[in-house]
């Protein structure tokens, strides 16, 4: 260990103990003191992206500890690690011959637009993105498992898929599964039904990677949690990557099991905190750039102000598309009285996740198996009614709906909302719909 190396251990040392363990092996752990000369510490750091964090956000307490063992007068420069060097290219051929990937088709329930180049990054995600791109790039071989935390709308789900599309295009012979906890519940079930537990172990102790979606819902499911305690065990162990989410941290997940808690935390656990009205902005032009609007950056301010929810900003930004091709009024115009009935309580200012949630509260049913792609008669009802009331009591639009409930087509939706209302013409609708419309907008149930 040479002397720069010696003084830069002491350094680390000092910031350990005043951050979290996330932060530290996530931004810190492969930083190195390059060179110390003429009052001028250069520190490397593996990309462009964990220098930006460690300015923004630690460079005080960076340059607190390098001032107590360096020198008070010491300045200090990040630069990125090179990691390619001279030799790399010494006997080179100018041309290599590449076998080319052969595609294997799109991975199932995995988005094709939620990569990592459409996510809208800011301070509130920044960690969860550097460390869902670094588990990206080396699956299993850090962060494993890499658990994700935060509020529903905030991009959890967007990272996961990104990681697995990334996976998928470098190396598409690798078996990647993802699903919700809903979805591995309903696997479990069925292979107790049937006699067929092997078959559902090797369905999933033979991935190189597996990303569950909301594990909090297997609290209190005791025969889930068991097979999921192996399943993990089995992968780790085999070197697969593990990508978890939830909307609360593994220690607060009540009704599961320590050993499971215990794994969770094994690895890296970051959160994702709502996004701030910077993050708001560039998501609406993100999301305008991918249906082909040209939305003026004021007029994304003007929305971002209003609405904090980032699931509504999709929802705001196709009403007005819609509202601009309705009618001739100026966009200003449009947006000023789109945002008006929301800050007047008319629209936007109930959220369709609220209505959902209440709905599926009432029928005693998950949101994600109306979401689903299941087609059991109990929930094709349920999934009409949120339909119904989707666009009826919000007024969202069939595409805005159509996202919400799973990415359905706006002509399924269609279908979903004429069929509730000629049930309700022709008065054979078994159940008080004045209930349910009442029930499905009273303060969120816990």
Same mark, same amino acid.
Request: proline share 3%; charged share 25%; net charge positive.
């Given at each position: ?24 092996? !996530? ?29 923004? #956000? ?15 007068? !010491? ?41 990592? %180049? ?13 460390? !869902? %791109? ?38 598409? *012979? ?15 079930? *069925? ?21 569950? =979606? ?7 499911? *005791? ?7 192996? !399943?993990?065990?089995?992968?780790? =162990? ?34 994702? *905190? ?36 980032? #699931? ?27 945002? =008006? ?106």
């Amino acid at each position: 260990m040479n002397n720069n190396d010696k003084i830069w251990k002491i350094v680390l040392n000092e910031i350990e103990t005043q951050i979290s363990k996330a932060n530290f092996l !996530t931004l810190f752990n492969k930083t190195q003191l390059l060179s110390l000369e003429n009052d001028v510490a250069t520190i490397s750091a593996p990309s462009t992206m964990i220098i930006d964090l460690l300015k923004k #956000r630690f460079y005080d307490i960076v340059k607190k500890a390098v001032d107590k063992n360096i020198g008070e007068n !010491t300045k200090i420069i990040f630069i990125p690690r090179i990691s390619v060097g001279k030799s790399n290219f010494e006997n080179a051929p100018l041309f290599r011959q590449i076998e080319a990937k052969q595609t294997i088709g799109h991975l199932p329930k995995i988005r094709k637009d939620y990569i990592f %180049q459409n996510f809208a990054v800011s301070g509130s995600n920044q960690l969860a993105y550097v460390s !869902t %791109q670094a588990v990206a790039k080396k699956i299993g071989s850090i962060y494993n498992p890499l658990f994700i935390y935060g509020p529903v709308g905030v991009g959890k789900t967007h990272l996961m898929h990104a990681v697995a599309n990334f996976v998928y295009n470098a190396s598409p *012979e690798k078996k990647v599964s993802y699903l919700t906890s809903e979805d591995f519940t309903n696997d479990v079930v *069925e292979a107790i039904r049937t006699n067929d537990t092997a078959r559902m172990k090797k369905k999933f102790r033979n991935l190189d990677l597996l990303i569950i =979606d909301d594990i909090q819902f297997i609290a209190g499911k *005791e025969r889930v949690q068991e097979e999921l305690f192996h !399943t993990f065990n089995t992968l780790i =162990d085999q070197g697969a990557q593990i990508i978890i989410s939830s909307d609360r941290p593994p220690q607060e997940i009540k009704k599961i099991e320590k050993r499971l808690s215990s794994r969770f935390s094994g690895g890296l656990t970051v959160d994702i *905190e709502a996004p701030d009205f910077e993050l708001r902005t560039a998501i609406l032009l993100i999301k305008a750039r991918k249906h082909n609007f040209d939305l003026p950056i004021e007029t994304a301010k003007t929305i971002a102000e209003k609405i904090l929810d980032t #699931r509504s900003l999709e929802g705001n930004l196709l009403r007005l598309m819609t509202e601009l091709e309705a009618n001739s009024e100026s966009i200003d115009s449009i947006t000023n009285k789109l945002m =008006d009935k929301d800050a007047q309580g008319k629209e936007g200012l109930y959220h369709p996740d609220d209505m959902i949630k209440n709905l599926c509260n009432f029928y005693r049913i998950k949101p994600t198996q109306i979401k689903s792609a299941k087609r059991d008669a109990s929930l094709v009802k349920v999934r009409q009614v949120a339909m119904y009331l989707l666009r009826n009591e919000l007024g969202l639009s069939f595409v805005e709906i159509g996202n919400l409930l799973g990415g359905r087509d706006h002509t399924t939706i269609m279908h979903g909302v004429d069929k509730i209302q000629d049930m309700i013409d022709k008065k054979i609708f078994t159940d008080d719909m004045e209930q349910i419309r009442s029930f499905s907008k009273k303060p969120i149930l816990s």
